[in-house]
């Protein structure tokens, strides 16, 4: 059984730019959410996709945006980043929306912003 | 879902156990109690989840007050490995639609294992 796996591990970007950020979610999930978190603090959560479609979304600009393929995988979307979006953006899995035991988490990418 | 309220930092000795606490007095009667853990760089970890019964696994072991107000995380036989942030979320567990699919984090406890 594979984990979440996340692409790519790391990403340096400048202010203005666009970037997409991918997720694999672990085998038998069907469920994928994208946190942000910045340093020092608690991953926040960005949205939710399920069966395809958002299901659920945090305190976020439109900028942020997502897609769940077919085989479950997502990917993030950051239009026009600020400097702010520097975080560890963390994809989680699950089955049904939510699992028995919650959610199974990548490594995450670290994005900077500069 | 209930806010909860954990201390910043603890240490513990290695080998010894590491009881971590947390205030939910907030919580409804159909919130479970969960903890995570996140190892520096990495995502974060399951470890636990109770509603109102004491609850054991391969990790930890959780307590919850019979008022279940607050809750404890225990780890028996601390290692450095085990030396983290440590996060306690309350939280419906099954996704019945609406605004319960997500996980609300706090900043954590951040228990160091000294040698």
Same mark, same amino acid.
Request: net charge negative; hydrophobic share 25%.
């Given at each position: 059984e594979t984990g979440v796996t996340q692409s790519p591990t790391h990403l340096i970007k400048t202010r203005g730019q666009q970037v997409t950020l991918r997720c694999s979610s672990q085998s038998g999930h069907n469920t994928v959410s994208w946190y942000q978190q910045a340093l020092g603090q608690g991953p926040q959560f960005i949205f939710q996709y399920y069966r395809e479609e958002e299901n659920g979304r945090g305190?976020?600009?439109?900028?942020?945006s997502g897609l769940q393929f077919p085989n479950y995988s997502s990917e993030l979307n950051v239009n026009?980043?600020?400097? /702010? /979006?520097?975080a560890l953006y963390l994809c989680a899995s699950s089955s049904q929306g939510w699992g028995n035991y919650g959610y199974t988490f990548g490594s995450g990418t670290r994005l900077t912003v500069v | 879902d209930a806010k909860t309220t954990q201390p910043t930092s603890m240490d513990c000795a290695e080998g010894r156990a590491a009881n971590l606490p947390c205030n939910?007095?907030?919580?409804?009667?159909n919130e479970y109690v969960y903890w995570y853990r996140q190892i520096h760089s990495q995502g974060p970890q399951y470890i636990i989840h109770g509603l109102k019964n004491n609850e054991t696994n391969e990790m930890a072991s959780l307590i919850i007050t019979e008022d279940r107000k607050s809750s404890t995380l225990i780890l028996p036989h601390a290692t450095l490995r085990d030396t983290a942030v440590y996060y306690c979320i309350v939280r419906v567990?099954?996704?019945?639609?609406?605004?319960?699919?997500k996980l609300t984090f706090g900043k954590g406890t951040l228990l160091t294992v000294n040698p």
């Open positions: 305190n976020f600009p439109p900028r942020f026009a980043l600020e400097l /702010d /979006d520097s | 939910h007095s907030t919580i409804s009667g567990a099954k996704n019945s639609g609406g605004s319960n699919y």
